[in-house]
């Protein structure tokens, strides 16, 4: 019959109760399949989100410069009133702040407009089926976006000081990599949580501010001390020591803290990815 | 080969929130140390949303879903689009799907028609290339003429509506789930909607509309599942399955009358509607009457508040009970208003020598208090209200029309 040899060729679909239990290595093959499926439509979220963002906006992308520049500027002033005494950097200060703080929004954004992505979405979710991994991605892309304006920021203010460029900026990206991952992964697991219990945005939010003084970002790791310690266990620290190191210092200071902080952030991200994965059935429920 | 084959599916889902927060949570993590999540059982707070429906459709079949509000209709149709997963059973779908669960989902005020046809393109699978293939025709089909690069949020609902509908139907699915979204939208484009979904269903495609609109599922579906609180009522052609949804609509008015319905003041009680009864010419109380026939209402009020000076606005409204859309208002007029002496208990009688509905189910309210009165409370008792065609009740559904007026025909003789 020419009917059920051409709904042969038709993809089929099965949706039972366990979805996906009990096949430990095709969970991994959907995932990636499906990943690779849905490049177009997170594509497509980001240009979305992105243009209505900045459409009902006078500033509009300046808004992505602004906000680094007014944040780094006052821990400049903060330096240079003698307020907060921060000591050598090695470059000029402002360098050093502008950069930081922006390798710092990576994380500190990533995670709050990640953990937000779904519900956010919530209105396509309980109507449209779609991976929802797309949402967390596009709400990425967001953040990613802003890095590259405000890097472009950092390039003119380091010409504008003469702060020497060292070849290790090349490897800058690759440095980068793990961090971007740790956001996510953390972001993966934060949008779910923040379906079932919407205490977790606030919680992003105000942990995202606290946590910025346990990590060496606007100021270098103390010597000892408390804070030290804390440092040292902070896998933000290496993530973002890095490849501000790489970029203004041309070696890696620790280049130990970094490794194992690369390789928790890679565990953790696809950890959470399968999670993610494995429960987002379960969203359009409590959305 | 069957293009859907639903074996023995159920879908709970929790009361509230409370709920919901606590079996969630328990539910993922069940599920990722890899237990099973013991869904086939009702816990606390739970109840079957969908109960044990099955059902099979070949390529190109087309079916109707129809149930009152809450009979777990929208649920199965996303167990069908996969957006929710069975609790039990399971369920086999051939071929690419689209949906129309809502349409316009996922679309972004501020954006254009245009940005927004590429965006609900990707959201419902369709690859980029296809739309930009299809580009014309999709806006050709929305009709929304120089609004296509307008933000959206300065679209009237007609044209959001078609705009999204336009992107959904020409995504060329193998199988179509719509809900309920050819109500909206005017005569003109209903029809169009309808043409183009039975031109999609001659070339195979297996649709599974959902409405509340009989004369909808009708026009386009030969077959259809009635459901009632998730379960399978009848299946079968949708003549019978829309005569027994009729019949389902009437028992479920259990119309009660209780002290609470009560036309309130901000901080007191003033008028208790304490009973209201339907007579027919005998004066006998009756659920069920005949179109034509005269109809007496008897309301009983009790004035709680014996400083009122005068009696709230009543009103008996009659709504088609389907739409809810409001056929008639019949008010006391302002001279009674005024005659009444707010006493404690008072009766109103309304007599309709005929009443000119046509057949069908349709739903009667007791409205007190009302218009101009924001901050009052509105006593409202609804009561449903059979109309029958005189003397037998059979092809009641066939009627053209919400009136009856009593024509009397006969054969002219030239001049008259």
Not at chain 1, 23 to 42: C, V
Not at chain 1, 121 to 143: D, R, S
Not at chain 1, 251 to 272: E, G, H, M
């Amino acid at each position: 019959m020419s009917t059920s040899e051409t709904m042969s060729d038709l993809e089929e679909r099965i949706y039972t109760p366990d979805q996906g239990r009990g096949r430990p290595f095709g969970i991994w093959q959907d995932m990636f399949a499906e990943a690779l499926r849905s490049r177009e439509l997170a594509w497509r979220l980001f240009v979305r989100d992105f243009s209505a963002r900045y459409k009902q906006s006078a500033l509009g992308i300046l808004w992505a410069l602004l906000i680094p520049l007014i944040g780094s500027a006052t821990f400049v002033f903060l330096n240079s009133t003698g307020v907060l005494n921060i000591g050598d950097v090695g470059v000029p200060y402002a360098v050093y702040a502008l950069l930081s703080l922006t390798l710092w929004q990576i994380f500190s954004n990533g995670l709050i407009v990640c953990s937000n992505a779904i519900v956010a979405g919530g209105n396509m979710i309980v109507k449209i089926n779609f991976p929802k991994e797309t949402l967390v991605v596009a709400a990425m892309g967001q953040v990613l976006f802003e890095l590259f304006v405000r890097l472009g920021l950092v390039v003119v203010v380091m010409i504008a000081t003469q702060t020497p460029f060292e070849w290790t900026i090349l490897l800058f990206p690759v440095a980068l990599l793990p961090l971007l991952l740790f956001t996510v992964g953390l972001g993966f697991l934060l949008s779910l949580l923040n379906v079932i219990f919407r205490d977790v945005a606030n919680v992003v939010t105000l942990a995202a501010t606290f946590l910025m003084f346990l990590t060496p970002v606007v100021y270098p790791p103390p010597e000892s001390g408390l804070l030290a310690t804390v440092m040292s266990l902070n896998p933000l620290s290496g993530l973002i020591t890095a490849p501000r190191d790489l970029l203004l210092r041309g070696y890696l200071s620790d280049p130990a803290s970094f490794l194992w902080s690369a390789a928790l952030a890679v565990i953790l991200f696809f950890a959470a990815w399968r999670v993610f994965h494995l429960v987002e059935y379960k969203m359009a429920e409590a959305v | 080969m069957k293009a859907i084959q639903v074996n023995q599916v159920s879908k709970k889902f929790s009361q509230s929130l409370k709920y919901l927060m606590r079996y969630v949570p328990l539910d993922v993590g069940r599920s990722m140390l890899g237990l099973k999540r013991d869904a086939a059982r009702l816990r606390r707070g739970e109840f079957w949303a969908v109960d044990d429906v099955s059902f099979e459709l070949a390529p190109g079949e087309r079916m109707g879903l129809i149930g009152r509000n809450g009979s777990g209709k929208s649920t199965l149709l996303k167990l069908l689009n996969g957006i929710l997963l069975p609790d039990r059973g399971t369920i086999h779908i051939r071929g690419r799907v689209g949906a129309l669960i809502e349409v316009g989902a996922g679309f972004h005020p501020l954006l254009t028609g245009r940005e927004n046809i590429y965006i609900n393109g990707a959201i419902l699978g369709i690859k980029q290339a296809e739309i930009r293939r299809r580009f014309d025709e999709i806006v050709a089909f929305a009709d929304i003429g120089d609004f296509l690069d307008s933000p959206v949020k300065f679209y009237s609902s007609g044209m959001y509506v078609r705009l999204g509908f336009a992107v959904a139907v020409h995504a060329e699915p193998d199988i179509l789930l719509i809900d309920e979204v050819l109500a909206v939208g005017d005569f003109s484009f209903q029809k169009k909607c309808f043409d183009r979904l039975d031109a999609i269903a001659g070339r195979g495609t297996t649709i599974i509309l959902v409405s509340h609109s009989m004369a909808a599922v009708q026009r386009l579906c030969p077959q259809a599942l009635l459901l009632e609180r998730g379960k399978t009522v009848f299946h079968g052609p949708t003549s019978e399955a829309t005569a027994k949804y009729y019949e389902s609509l009437l028992p479920s008015y259990e119309a009660k009358i209780d002290s609470r319905i009560v036309h309130r003041v901000p901080g007191s009680m003033v008028v208790l509607l304490t009973g209201l009864d339907l007579l027919d010419a005998e004066a006998r109380p009756v659920q069920r009457v005949t179109s034509g026939d005269p109809l007496r209402f008897v309301l009983r009020l009790q004035v709680q508040d014996q400083a009122l000076k005068q009696l709230p606005r009543v009103a008996i409204r009659i709504l088609d009970a389907q739409t809810e859309e409001l056929l008639a208002n019949i008010q006391t007029p302002l001279q009674i208003i005024q005659e009444i002496r707010p006493d404690r208990d008072l009766t109103l009688v309304c007599d309709l020598p005929s009443l000119n509905l046509a057949p069908g189910i349709y739903q009667v309210e007791i409205k007190i208090g009302g218009d101009g009165e924001d901050l009052h409370e509105i006593a409202l008792l609804k009561q449903p209200l059979e109309v029958n065609w005189s003397g037998y009740v059979v092809d009641n559904m066939s009627y053209k029309g919400r009136i009856f007026l009593p024509g009397e025909w006969r054969i002219g003789n030239g001049s008259t």
